[in-house]
């Protein structure tokens, strides 16, 4: 494994959220890491799921370029995290729904991605920073229609 993927996983982790002691004991059978893009995995299912997110924000030029040559998901982008010793520190870019309450929505995300991270891997989360990018329609093609039939 090289530094640079070393950095991106935590020390050890146990099932139950308890590091790994330092010293090899014979009754471990193993270490546990989990990697980056598995807490970005559980971040973007977890923020997708609250209601008034209509999805994780991305530079659309550069998205569509980077997707084009075959880069990182544009997912993957909107989500930084800074993986600590049983701990992983996030910011994660999001666009909401028009007329949503932005600071009740940003509370939702960041519970909801807290617990997930907690419940599924075990590690803490001791700060998840919201920035909201863009409040968009959740469902434009429905106002498109809406305003042909209006104007028939």
Same mark, same amino acid.
């Given at each position: ?112 991605? &807290?617990?997930?991270?907690?419940? &599924? ?6 700060? &998840? ?24």
């Amino acid at each position: 494994m090289n530094r640079n993927e070393k950095d991106k996983t935590n020390r050890s982790v146990f099932p139950d959220g308890t590091s790994i002691p330092e010293k090899k004991s014979e009754n471990v059978m193993g270490v546990v890491k989990v990697h980056e893009s598995v807490i970005a995995s559980i971040i973007r299912k977890a923020a997708c799921s609250v209601d008034g997110v209509v999805r994780l924000a991305g530079n659309t030029l550069v998205d569509n370029i980077a997707e084009f040559v075959g880069s990182k998901k544009v997912m993957d982008r909107a989500i930084s995290i800074e993986m600590g010793d049983n701990s992983v520190k996030i910011e994660l870019r999001i666009i909401l729904a028009y007329g949503c309450k932005v600071p009740e929505v940003a509370a939702n995300v960041q519970s909801t991605v &807290i617990e997930e991270i907690a419940r &599924i891997t075990g590690m803490q989360v001791p700060r &998840i920073d919201i920035v909201v990018m863009d409040l968009e329609d959740p469902n434009p093609e429905e106002d498109e229609e809406e305003n042909v039939q209006e104007n028939e």
